[in-house]
């Protein structure tokens, strides 16, 4: 297989995002869920004051998966971390390394920038990725549960006395 190549997302990758980010929801049987326009995704990944990036992952020249990034903070460290938003790699090209060259992209980066932790989430059902990312070496956080206000609940919790 040809090498594998990582680069930075630019704003003519937007629709390339986008048509990811919903081969993803289909993976993940929440198609439904995805609003975002191409306009979202430039204006989320490629404005001036953005702290949200991209990277696109491609053989022979073919996009082939991408992953979306940001920094968050840890009080504990007192240091800046980096969180995977999404990660995919198209079905016919798992197992080729690509997704494996994309967190190592992200891992290198996340080291000279100085961050203490590279974190991500992963759906309970999602074997292959769990596995996956265990043989890297990740860990499961299972004492953590997320939250999350969205939607109306979001618009009627801010408006809440």
Not at 13 to 40: M, N, P, Q
Not at 70 to 75: A, C, L, R, V
Not at 83 to 110: I, M, Q, T
Request: net charge negative; proline share 3%; charged share 25%.
């Amino acid at each position: 297989m040809s090498e594998i190549e990582i680069r930075q997302a630019t704003i003519e990758d937007s629709t390339l995002i986008l048509g990811f980010v919903r081969e993803l929801a289909i993976y993940e049987k929440a198609e439904h869920e995805v609003s975002a326009t191409v306009a979202d995704i430039e204006n989320a990944l490629f404005r001036s004051e953005t702290t949200t990036e991209a990277v696109i992952c491609s053989i022979a020249g073919r996009p082939i998966g991408f992953a979306v990034y940001f920094f968050n903070f840890s009080t504990w460290l007192g240091r800046h971390g980096l969180y995977l938003e999404d990660l995919y790699v198209s079905p016919e090209y798992r197992g080729s390394g690509a997704g494996k060259a994309l967190l190592k992209h992200l891992a290198r980066f996340a080291v000279s920038r100085g961050c203490g932790r590279f974190e991500w989430t992963v759906l309970d059902w999602n074997e292959p990725a769990r596995r996956f990312y265990e043989s890297i070496g990740a860990e499961p956080q299972g004492e953590w549960v997320n939250y999350r206000l969205a939607g109306q609940a979001l618009a009627d919790f801010a408006a809440s006395p």
